[in-house]
């Protein structure tokens, strides 16, 4: 005598409940992942956008400390300097003296860009904003973050200067200001960086006669 045994199948409701149950667990570790990327794309961005101020303000530090006289916008936006001429050896000329090239630092739609003479100007750092989302912070150094920016480059805080003489005549020391702006992490999102140095002319016609 052979026994029979019988699989019973699934109802509707059963399928029903299983793949609502599956749906809402697909949707949890998706929402997860979403804001898992979100997070570590912003956290690249925050990094990339505190390189870029830094160097920024490098390049700029290594440019104005060799200055034998620099003369900044009224508007603080740009600056004009010259460097000491150089012998073949790359030592200063004694006595000092300028080699006669006007170099310009200046903005040019987000850009900060480097001329020198009549050349065509070097690019030197993006997104760079004209307001500061810190202008309230006191350090040097300040990061953030914001959503739905619609344009990273002029929205949040007001206006300030990327370039501030000691004295209006006869510069001796110059604040530079940098603040840069790059994507985040979710659409809309804005990353922003500001770096800010006193940079003292180290060749100062004034200073050395």
């Known amino acids: 005598m052979h026994s029979r045994s019988r699989r019973a199948g699934f109802t509707l409701t059963e399928v029903v409940v299983a793949s609502s149950i599956g749906f809402f667990v697909l949707l949890s570790v998706t929402s997860i992942m979403v804001s898992t990327g979100g997070s570590w794309l912003r956290g690249e961005n925050q990094m990339d956008g505190e390189s ?19 003369t900044v916008a009224a508007d603080g936006m740009s600056v004009q300097y010259e460097l000491p001429e150089k012998l073949a050896d790359g030592s200063l000329r004694m006595p000092l003296r300028s080699d006669g090239v006007v170099r310009r630092l200046f903005l040019d739609q987000g850009n900060l860009m480097l001329q020198a003479g009549n050349a065509t100007p070097r690019l030197l750092v993006r997104g760079v904003m004209i307001t500061d989302p810190f202008r309230t912070a006191s350090s040097n150094w300040s990061l953030g973050w914001e959503g739905n920016a619609a344009n990273p480059a002029t929205r949040t805080g007001p206006p300030y200067q990327l370039f501030v003489p000691d004295t209006p005549n006869m510069t001796r020391v110059v604040t530079v200001t940098l603040v840069v702006s790059g994507r985040g992490g979710g659409v809309g999102e804005a990353v922003r960086t500001r770096k800010r140095e006193a940079v003292t002319l180290r060749n100062f016609l004034e200073v050395i006669r």
Do not use: K
């Open 52 to 70: 870029d101020a830094r160097y920024g303000v490098r390049l700029i530090s290594q440019q104005l400390q060799e200055a034998t006289i620099a």
